[in-house]
């Protein structure tokens, strides 16, 4: 806040800044000390704006930076969750892996077991009908061997496609989640 002692006529105080109506008025003033007045006026004025437009701006910039960093912050740790979330399913995708090849062979396993069980069964049966001795095998032909091999081989192959289509489709649900 300035003071300025101004002599139109008489002496008088002016408050420039701060004050709504200055004391003396542009007319009671002399024509040259009246345009440098509304120029100081202008002047202040404008610097006041100035400054006032300033600290907006600053306080703008400081928001703006704080809202990005925020959402930087969430960013990363949206980025920390997906990449965490990828290296969960890839782990789940790999033990899959292992138990539909797991599952395989011990289809395969009980497929060899049941097929044994069926030719001493049937052994057991000819020996039963035909009665013969117990030291001669009994042979199947040829044609009905190799059609239960290409059953057996077929369902193991079934079910270890049922098992992969679950799994597929439990990734994809998985994936979409």
């Known amino acids: 806040l300035k003071l300025w002692t101004r002599s139109v006529g008489r002496p008088s105080l002016l408050l420039v800044g701060s004050c709504p ?24 004025a404008l610097k006041q704006e100035l400054e ?31 990449q965490q979330r990828e290296s969960e399913l890839e782990s789940m995708k790999n033990r899959m892996v292992k138990l539909t090849r797991q599952l395989d062979e011990e289809v395969t396993r009980r497929d060899q077991v049941q097929a044994e069980s069926q030719q001493l069964e049937r052994k057991v ?10 030291g001669m095998p009994a042979r199947r032909p040829m044609k009905e061997r190799n059609e239960d091999e290409i ?16 799994v597929d489709q439990w990734m994809r649900h998985r994936d979409l989640q």
Do not use: C, F, W, Y
């Open 151 to 166: 059953a057996q081989r077929e369902r193991g192959s079934q079910v270890s496609t049922k098992l992969m289509r679950v």
């Open 52 to 82: 006032e437009l300033r600290i907006q701006r600053e306080r703008e910039a400081a928001d703006h930076e704080a809202k990005m960093s925020s959402e930087r912050h969430r960013s990363m740790q949206s980025t920390e969750v997906l």
């Open 21 to 44: 109506a200055p004391r003396v008025t542009i007319e009671e003033m002399d024509p040259e000390s009246a345009t440098t007045e509304i120029i100081e006026r202008e002047n202040a």
């Open 125 to 134: 049966q000819d020996m039963t009908k035909g009665g013969q001795l117990a």
